[in-house]
């Protein structure tokens, strides 16, 4: 037992309502209070070496925390990188295809004129082909009513002759 506890034990008073009473313990009374008081002074008080292990234990937690968020700021950073490649493979790639759209809108544009102008051709062509069959329907009419008239003409003369006979 300590000297400090000795001591303490010594001076424990005793508070009643209207006073003071100093209480007087045998050495084995105050034995036991000096040992309770010990481990109740060492189970709710800390000591500068315990303070100093807690502390190391914190320090060592918080630096073991900083390494852990270190690693996964490294491990994210190298993500964000490898999707910063990939956006700009998907950038790249988009340019391409918009440039096979600019190159197939131009090619469309281009057979759609061809187209237009072939079209226009064959209208023309077919135009033509329309005024002369309309000429050949024209001529037609007037060989059959010439050939008709030529014909009655011929029977005429045929039953003009037949009754000179």
């Given at each position: 037992m300590t000297r400090k506890v000795r001591?303490?034990?010594r001076s424990i008073r005793l508070r009643t309502h209207g006073g003071s009473a100093t209480l007087v313990f045998s050495e084995q009374q105050a034995e036991g209070q000096a040992e309770a008081l010990a481990a109740a002074?060492?189970?709710s008080l800390a000591t500068k070496q315990d303070l100093t292990e807690l502390d190391a234990r914190i320090d060592a937690?918080?630096?073991l925390t900083r390494q852990g968020l270190r690693e996964l700021e490294a491990r994210i950073g190298a993500r964000f990188a490898q999707i910063d490649?990939?956006?700009a493979q998907v950038d790249a790639r988009f340019a391409q295809i918009d440039g096979r759209f600019l190159q197939v809108d131009a090619r469309l544009d281009?057979?759609?004129r061809h187209f237009d102008a072939r079209l226009v051709e064959l209208e023309r062509r077919i135009d033509r082909e329309m005024a002369s069959k309309v000429d050949l329907a024209d001529l037609e009419r007037r060989m059959?009513?010439?050939l008709?008239?030529?014909t009655v003409a011929g029977i005429g003369v045929v039953s003009a002759l037949v009754k000179m006979l």
């Open positions: 001591w303490q034990l002074m060492t189970d937690r918080f630096a490649v990939r956006f281009h057979l759609e059959t009513i010439r008709g008239g030529i």
